[in-house]
């Protein structure tokens, strides 16, 4: 079994993975970085600085260069097969492979480039800084102690001559490894510093995972009682059904003359009346029809005759648009006999949906298409307009609940920014997708225009 680096808040915390992940990402490219760097430090030491390096320390800098980018290349092809999760092999444990066998390549860097002198030593600090952004609590620590332990023996060692020193002359006018008063104080000021940056950074991260998952939590519970308000709602539409129900059989039975003639001016007004709630009753089956595929995906599925569809949606549209000054234009490509399995009110209520935003937001004398066709196994329905356009910020919003774009601000133009969220969901609960370009390719500099392409696949026919 391997063993679990997870500390225990993060066991189940989807989002802490997915960051070790995408940090453990920096270190492959920062460690590319680090080929560089260490190639132009010995470089420029040697040539600019006047540094002098035997032939065995420049085998052993080049070398672990090459071992360094090597390695890094091997690092960089495991990276997109590691696990964000918890369990097997995952993502921590690769960050801890990879900071040890740094942590090794450091050692032997730092060992060859003067040992306890060596001006590269400062790197130990910032591997600890990053280890500490990844890595939990006692698992950095420890590695804190071990990299005390080494360097105090790479410094003790030197100095009583157990093991060779490897100098680098050049940039200091005495030797240091064998000055006690330099190799204690040293010493001391390495441990000191590596642990103070591993307990703030370690700290900092914690923190900050923390916050990030109460965050969470909290748009959960916002999510939840979202979803909440709207199951009350759909439970107080629903109740409102009831009367009206009530009301449209009395006055079935008042106008149907079961109980004795009436005069035809009462009779003209019942029916009035009749029709008035009949579309009160449509509205709320509409509503509570969108509320449950919003709320509990639930769909009445049909098999569909697409060529019909959108042309009975184009069809109700007609007279806005000559009301309005704009051109609405339809080409139906589809055969007549493109069938989809979906929702005839739903796929009814996108191409309404679409249809209606081009015509309101589009001025006088602009145009709307609507174009329909089939792609090898997809069918796109593409409403195209030359109006105000959605402004490049808000695009990636747009299909939120309640967002409207920037542009329509204080311009009169009506609505709730409902319906594109709407629209949207059912498009995916249709294992459909949607996509939006604005410009659309069909306005001009003042009107933009903007262009929704709904799509279906055809898998199932
Ligand atoms: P609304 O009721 O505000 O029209 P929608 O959800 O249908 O709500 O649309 C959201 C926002 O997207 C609108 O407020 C508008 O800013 C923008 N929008 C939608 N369709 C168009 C379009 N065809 N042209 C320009 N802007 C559009």
Not at 31 to 58: C, D, K, P, S
Not at 410 to 428: D, R, T
Request: aromatic fraction near 12%; avoid cysteine; charged fraction near 20%.
């Amino acid at each position: 079994m391997i063993l679990s680096l997870a500390p225990e808040w993060a066991v189940h915390y989807k989002e802490f993975w997915e960051t070790v992940k995408t940090r453990n990402l920096w270190f492959i490219r920062l460690r590319y970085l680090a080929v560089v760097l260490l190639v132009g430090y010995i470089l420029t030491t040697h040539l600019l600085l006047g540094f002098r390096y035997t032939n065995e320390q420049f085998v052993i800098l080049f070398g672990s260069s090459f071992f360094l980018l090597g390695y890094n290349l091997m690092f960089d092809k495991i990276w997109g097969k590691t696990e964000a999760m918890s369990g097997g092999f995952n993502v921590l444990h690769f960050s801890l492979l990879q900071m040890i066998q740094d942590l090794l390549t450091l050692f032997v860097i730092v060992y060859y480039t003067g040992g306890p002198e060596s001006p590269v030593r400062m790197m130990f600090i910032f591997h600890m800084i990053i280890g500490s952004l990844i890595l939990p609590g006692r698992v950095i620590y420890s590695l804190a102690i071990l990299l005390i332990l080494a360097f105090s023996g790479i410094s003790f060692g030197e100095y009583f001559d157990l093991i060779a020193h490897q100098n680098v002359s050049g940039y200091k006018s005495e030797p240091l490894h064998n000055n006690f008063n330099f190799v204690i104080l040293n010493t001391v000021i390495f441990a000191a510093i590596v642990l103070t940056s591993v307990f703030i950074a370690n700290g900092i991260a914690v923190q900050l995972y923390k916050l990030e998952q109460q965050l969470l939590t909290s748009f959960d519970k916002l999510k939840k009682s979202e979803e909440e308000k709207e199951k009350y709602i759909m439970a107080v539409v629903h109740e409102l059904k009831t009367p009206l129900t009530a009301v449209m059989s009395y006055l079935n039975i008042v106008t149907g003359k079961i109980l004795g003639e009436i005069p035809h001016e009462p009779l003209e007004r019942l029916e009035r009346a009749q029709i008035r709630t009949r579309e009160a009753i449509d509205m709320i089956n509409d509503v509570l029809h969108v509320s449950r595929m919003r709320l509990f995906g639930q769909m009445n599925l049909q098999i569909l005759n697409m060529h019909e569809l959108v042309e009975s949606s184009v069809d109700k549209f007609f007279d806005t648009a000559i009301a309005k000054g704009v051109e609405l234009n339809y080409i139906n490509d589809l055969s007549r006999e493109t069938t989809l399995e979906g929702d005839p009110f739903l796929l009814t209520l996108v191409f309404t949906n679409l249809i209606s935003n081009g015509i309101k937001y589009t001025p006088h004398s602009g145009a709307v298409i609507v174009r329909a066709y089939r792609i090898s196994k997809e069918i796109r329905v593409e409403v195209i307009d030359s109006g105000i356009g959605i402004p490049k910020q808000d695009i990636d919003k747009i299909f939120e609940d309640f967002y409207r774009a920037s542009n329509i601000k204080g311009k009169g133009y009506e609505g709730a920014g409902i319906g594109l969220s709407i629209v949207k969901q059912i498009v995916e609960t249709h294992n459909g997708r949607i996509q939006l370009e604005s410009p659309s390719g069909f306005g001009d500099q003042k009107h933009p225009g903007t262009k929704f392409t709904v799509i279906f696949p055809l898998k199932n026919f």
